[in-house]
């Protein structure tokens, strides 16, 4: 289960994070550059999740696909819920973990998704 972080007055709503109340908005210009410079690292090495066996050639393209996501005003992509689903529930069924808290969360997933997961054999 995921840690509620609202219990410390951290919020994310409407697609604003906030801090007690306080959010971006409220920063100065420095502390703005700042987070945008992290933000833009941490975006970008994160679209190499899950492609860390390949070469720095592809890998270099990846980065600069999402790079220019962003140059392009980061237009709608189309994402497949059911792959989303299916690669979250089979992390979960493959992980080290108990086989009741296993089958405890692919149960929530399903409900988050609205899809049922057929178990592996």
């Given at each position: 289960?995921?840690y509620?972080?609202?219990?410390?007055g951290l919020?994310?709503?409407?697609?604003?994070?906030?801090?007690?109340g306080m959010?971006i908005?409220?920063?100065?210009?420095?502390?703005?550059?700042?987070?945008?410079?992290?933000?833009?690292?941490?975006?970008l090495?994160?679209?190499?999740?899950?492609?860390?066996?390949?070469?720095?050639?592809?890998?270099?393209t990846?980065?600069?696909?999402?790079f220019?996501?962003?140059?392009?005003?980061?237009?709608?992509?189309?994402?497949?819920?059911?792959d989303?689903?299916?690669?979250?529930c089979?992390?979960?069924?493959?992980?080290?973990?108990?086989?009741?808290?296993k089958?405890?969360?692919?149960?929530?997933?399903?409900?988050?998704f609205?899809?049922?997961?057929?178990?592996?054999?």
């Amino acid at each position: 289960m995921r840690y509620d972080y609202n219990k410390i007055g951290l919020a994310k709503t409407e697609g604003t994070t906030k801090f007690d109340g306080m959010g971006i908005d409220d920063l100065g210009n420095a502390a703005i550059h700042w987070i945008a410079n992290y933000g833009l690292f941490v975006f970008l090495t994160r679209s190499l999740a899950g492609h860390e066996k390949m070469n720095d050639a592809d890998k270099k393209t990846i980065v600069a696909e999402s790079f220019q996501w962003l140059l392009d005003g980061m237009p709608a992509r189309e994402r497949s819920k059911a792959d989303a689903f299916t690669s979250a529930c089979m992390k979960v069924w493959e992980s080290d973990s108990k086989k009741a808290d296993k089958l405890s969360t692919i149960k929530t997933l399903e409900v988050a998704f609205g899809k049922k997961f057929e178990l592996p054999e």
